[in-house]
């Protein structure tokens, strides 16, 4: 096993304590089994540009607290922010709860008082699964988007939805980054973000911080692939 991988064991010791910490600050993370496995799921559902403007035109949110937290990573690894009064809503099946972000900047270049109207407020709907890769020996992000009225987003549509800064990567490796894999669980399509990279990308930031806590391994992950996919995580699921 690799530096920059994890056992199953410890994975599953991971999901427990994020979502032990997610019921805490009601975040909707919440653990599912099957196939003699576990996982955790989330969806929330954010207003959103329309996909049908050019690609780095759309905006995903973040936690840019998060990333204070987190070891220095090379330039290739930050993520844009988002336009100020986007509404972003998190939900189970029995309860919703709104969340507003503030303090988030837009870049001249895409000034948002310059996109024209009816191209805001069409909310998408984002479902996280986090598996565990047997084969990678590292954790696996799972998601679908889907519109109000149920209707899945394609892969390239979701492609055109991923930030500015992700787009030269998608450009020259889309297929080894972002794809459509069938749910190992529950045997539908789904996006992945391809794990083959994890490890590396794991071993690479542990090397950039001499006091790295392996018990932040799966936030550490999730804050920073997370914006690719318009995945936001909490500062509080850091442990010192």
């Known amino acids: 096993m690799t530096t920059g991988s994890i056992s199953f064991d410890e994975f599953r010791s991971l999901v427990e304590k994020f979502v032990d910490t997610s019921n805490k600050i009601d975040d909707k993370w919440h653990l599912e089994s099957g196939l003699d496995t576990l996982y955790m799921c989330k969806k929330c559902t954010i207003t959103q540009i329309d996909v049908s403007l050019p690609k780095g035109s759309q905006y995903i949110f973040k936690t840019p607290a998060v990333n204070k937290m987190l070891p ?39 000034d948002i008082s310059c996109m024209p109207a009816g191209e805001m407020n069409n909310p998408l709907t984002y479902e996280y699964h986090i598996l565990y890769s047997e084969s990678y020996c590292v954790p696996v992000l799972y998601f679908i988007v889907f519109r109000a009225d149920g209707k899945l987003l394609s892969l390239e549509e979701v492609w055109k939805l991923c930030p500015s800064s992700y787009q030269k990567l998608l450009t020259e490796n889309k ?36 006091h790295y806590n392996k018990k932040n391994y799966l936030v550490t992950w999730l804050s920073t692939v997370g914006p690719l996919v318009g995945l936001q995580i909490s500062p509080s699921y850091m442990i010192s």
Request: glycine content about 2%; charged content about 20%; hydrophobic content about 30%.
């Open 72 to 110: 220095t990573f090379p330039q290739s690894l930050s993520v844009p922010q988002l336009p100020t009064g986007v509404q972003i809503t998190t939900f189970t099946q029995d309860s919703e709860d709104d969340i507003s972000l503030s303090e988030m900047e837009l870049e001249d270049e895409d």
């Open 175 to 210: 297929w080894a980054t972002l794809t459509q894999m069938e749910h190992p669980i529950l045997g539908r399509p789904y996006l992945q973000l391809h794990p083959c990279h994890t490890a590396d990308l794991m071993t690479q930031i542990m090397s950039h911080s001499k």
